[in-house]
Each structure stands twice: as C-alpha cells, then as structure tokens.
C-alpha cells in the first residue's frame, strides 16, 4: 500500500498552481548552504591559499550554469516568461533573451 493518500485542501485557500504539480522541497535551506559554503571556501583562501583562487572564482561559471538549467527546468514545466523574471528582479525580455533558446523554447516553436 502507497504510504501517500489523496490529499483534501480547502479549493479557496490554496492557490491555483496551473495543474503543476505541488512538491515539498527545502530549496530555501538548501541554497542558503550553498551560500554558506561559497563564502567558507572565500575566507579559507583569503587566509593565504592563493592556489585555489582560480578553482572558487571558476563557481561562478558554475552557478550561471545552475540558473540556467532552472530557468528551462521552470519553463518546461509551465512557469511564464514573466513569471521567472519577477522572481529573478528583472524584465521578462532580459530573461528571455539569456535564456531564451533553450531545448523547452524550441519544442515549443515547432508545435
């Protein structure tokens, strides 16, 4: 028997999530981890380990990278233009333009 069960929300007091599907997830904790290890590995190369500055200032690739694949994570599964740009701070033209020609966006284009 599946440990999960019909769940019974009140229709009035649970937003509409436009049929996406609603998961518990702790990204909030986990990104403030990320941060709190980015900014360890700062302070331990401030402390003279002058080697590894290359390697940390090589995170930022990485984490333009992280932005990207869940900006198209979030477009495929529904979320607008405008919608990720509110959350990003900037205009839906600016999201679109960096990340516009992703694999999600060009299914869309032949449909």
Known sequence: MSARRGSHV????TPDRGGRPSRVVENAEFT?????????AGRRIAAGDVEALPALAALSADLDAAIGDAVLGLRAAGYSWAEIASRLGVTRQAVHQ????GPADAAREVA
Do not use: E, K, M, P
């Open 10 to 13: 009140n229709a009035t007091l």
């Open 32 to 40: 403030a981890f990320g941060r709190r290890i980015i900014r360890a």
């Open 98 to 101: 960096r990340w516009g020609s």
